[in-house]
């Protein structure tokens, strides 16, 4: 059974750096085709993606949002961690992570998602 | 970048109704598209991937057509669990656009 839990501070300040951790359980992120991406959703908005990295430590980030953003694993741990450099109150969102399969060779879908947890930024 | 549109970006519907929704991409994705629904304050969930392929666990009456810009999502019988949002998803690039969704309530 796969499954995927975000945690990280809810609360954080105008220009600080975000950190977010993503346990994950019933998946290897050395097998091959593994990957774990990051997705948010500010309130009442649409779903934003943001980054995802795979098992062999390719990444990928939104170019929007590419200068602030670090992903990285520890497969010892079985976490993904994401940074998020400079935050700004526009940056409040629910943040998920989620597990990526693939299809068609190196096409992607999320099929599981972790519960998100809510980053709040202000002063 | 691809851009992904989806309309309408609300629908009121009654239950039994058929609900068809589109997404339409801003170059071709050929058929690297899926949709998610989500309820408030839960998750999305992976409903269709590949344009049609539906995702196990997931009731017949959701099905997904399309390819190249435009993409359809539909409910054949709309339930009562069905009121939420759906959100496509481009994975053509490797850079994974979602659509703005389209909230479907009750009429």
């Known amino acids: 059974q796969i499954t995927l839990k975000e945690s990280g501070p809810t609360l954080v300040k105008p220009t600080q750096t975000l950190t977010l951790t993503c346990t994950v359980s019933?998946?290897?992120?050395?097998?091959?085709?593994?990957?774990v991406g990051w997705i948010r959703q500010p309130p009442g908005k649409a779903l934003e993606w943001l980054a995802l990295i795979y098992w062999d430590d390719d990444k990928r980030y939104s170019p929007s949002l590419k200068s602030r953003l670090t992903i990285s694993k520890d497969t010892s741990k079985n976490q993904v961690v994401l940074t998020m450099t400079n935050m700004d109150p526009v940056d409040t969102a629910t943040y998920y992570c989620?597990?990526?399969?693939?299809?068609?060779?190196?096409?992607?879908?999320?099929?599981?998602w972790g519960q998100g947890t809510l980053v709040t930024v202000s002063s | 970048d691809i851009q992904m549109t989806q309309s309408p970006s609300s629908l009121s519907a009654s239950v039994g109704d058929r609900v068809t929704i589109t997404c339409r991409a801003s170059q071709s994705i050929h058929s690297y598209l899926n949709w998610y629904q989500q309820k408030p304050g839960k998750a999305p969930k992976l409903l269709i991937y590949a344009a049609s392929s539906l995702q196990s666990g997931v009731p017949s009456r959701f099905s997904g057509s399309g390819s190249g810009t435009d993409f359809t999502l539909t409910i054949s019988s709309l339930q009562p669990e069905d009121f939420a949002t759906y959100y496509c998803?481009?994975?053509?690039?490797?850079?994974?656009?979602f659509g703005p969704g389209t909230k479907v309530d009750i009429k």
């Open positions: 019933g998946f290897s992120l050395m097998i091959s085709g593994a990957g």
């Open positions: 998803q481009q994975s053509y690039s490797a850079l994974f656009t």
């Open positions: 989620a597990h990526r399969t693939s299809y068609y060779g190196s096409a992607t879908y999320f099929d599981y």
